[in-house]
């Protein structure tokens, strides 16, 4: 069963650092592009980060670009996203989700069940 488990969020100070961590299980993650997203409380979901399958390219949204790095390491099927300078408008649910395919897909069909970053002093 394709399983997406994401980690490593929490409370962090304005300006702090945090590093989300996205397990992959049921499937291996070499053909499949994979995207972080977040969403705020009565907000819409934000795609903020995606690397694509094979070559690795990363993308990221204007919100974050600078701040967050996204990585992935196929061998142990596992994902990154390294925040850093963290805000408050970061706040949010932050997940990963897989796409298959070679290109970072704005509606994954796999999605993980969501791990809580809060940004506050």
């Known amino acids: 069963q394709v399983q997406l488990v994401e980690s490593g969020g929490g409370l962090v100070q304005p300006g702090g650092s945090l590093r989300l961590s996205c397990a992959a299980s049921?499937?291996?993650?070499?053909?499949?592009?994979i995207g972080w997203f977040r969403q705020a409380p009565g907000k819409e979901r934000e795609g903020i980060s995606c690397?694509?399958?094979?070559?690795?390219?990363?993308s990221y949204a204007g919100s974050v670009k600078g701040r967050f790095t996204i990585s992935r390491d196929n061998a142990t099927n596992t994902v990154y996203l390294q925040m850093r300078s963290l805000k408050p408008e970061d706040t949010a649910v932050y997940y990963c989700?897989?796409?298959?395919?070679?290109?970072?897909?704005?509606?994954?069909?796999?999605w993980g069940q969501g791990t809580q970053v809060t940004v506050s002093s």
């Open positions: 049921g499937f291996t993650l070499d053909y499949y592009t």
């Open positions: 989700a897989a796409d298959f395919g070679s290109r970072c897909s704005p509606t994954p069909d796999y």
């Open positions: 690397i694509s399958s094979r070559d690795r390219r990363t």
